[in-house]
């Protein structure tokens, strides 16, 4: 089992890019979260996609954007980058909807937006 | 407002040393508790989850308590090794619905020999 996984893994962009970043979910799961972690900060809720819908989101702008595809994987799109867009982006996976079950977490993409 | 906040900010011990994190809360209303170990440009990996109900739960060396009168918790490690230098993050979940997981900064603990 391969577990979460996201690619790339480092990403640099320029400020008004647009970038999109990629997630497989843990097999056997089908709900998957976006989070965004700043340095030195914890992870910030953006959304969660369940069933190819978003199903809940965070208090980010709508820049940030998300899709989920029939396989449950899903992308997480932000237009117009900003420098403070700057940080590691966490996906998550979860056997159903909800945030109350356990989620296992990718390894992260790092966007480095200048 | 919902918060999480952890202490101390960060902690050096040394190895074979016990140690104890702290989380104290103000989400409402509660629904669970959860402690994850997240290591430098890694993806966070769940340790423990705690409902109301739930005052202690172990994994290996990793012990949480939750007190849902006072809304605390602490993370208990037990004859600490360098593996576990990492950041060790408290995250609560309220029962809303609409409500995602509300994190804390975290505690950088480095384990040196």
């Known amino acids: 089992d391969a577990g979460v996984t996201q690619s790339p893994t480092h990403l640099i962009k320029t400020r008004g890019q647009q970038v999109t970043l990629r997630c497989s979910p843990k097999?056997?799961?089908?709900?998957v979260s976006w989070y965004q972690q700043a340095l030195g900060q914890g992870p910030q809720f953006i959304f969660q996609?369940?069933?190819?819908?978003?199903?809940q989101r965070g208090n980010f702008p709508d820049r940030f954007s998300g899709h989920q595809f029939p396989n449950y994987s899903s992308e997480l799109n932000v237009n117009a980058l900003l420098l403070g867009d700057s940080a590691l982006y966490l996906c998550?996976?979860?056997?159903?909807?909800?945030?109350?079950?356990?989620?296992?977490f990718g390894p992260g993409t790092r966007l480095t937006v200048l | 407002k919902n918060q999480v906040e952890q202490s101390p900010q960060s902690l050096i011990i040394l190895e074979g040393k016990n140690c104890t994190l702290q989380?104290?809360?103000?989400?409402?209303?509660?629904?669970?508790l959860r402690w994850y170990k997240q290591d430098t440009g890694r993806g966070p990996v769940s340790l423990t989850i705690?409902?109301?109900?739930?005052n202690t739960k172990s994994n290996g060396r990793y012990t949480a308590t939750l007190d849902a009168d006072t809304k605390q918790s602490s993370l208990h490690i037990t004859a600490s090794q360098l593996s576990d230098s990492a950041s060790y993050i408290c995250?609560?979940?309220?029962?809303?619905?609409?409500?995602?997981?509300?994190f804390g900064k975290g505690t950088t603990l480095s384990v040196s020999s």
């Open positions: 995250v609560v979940m309220a029962n809303q619905a609409g409500t995602a997981l509300i």
């Open positions: 705690m409902t109301f109900s739930e």
């Open positions: 989380c104290n809360y103000t989400v409402s209303p509660f629904s669970n």
């Open positions: 097999s056997g799961h089908d709900t």
């Open positions: 996609y369940y069933e190819e819908e978003e199903r």
């Open positions: 998550a996976s979860q056997r159903k909807i909800g945030l109350a079950g356990p989620q296992f």
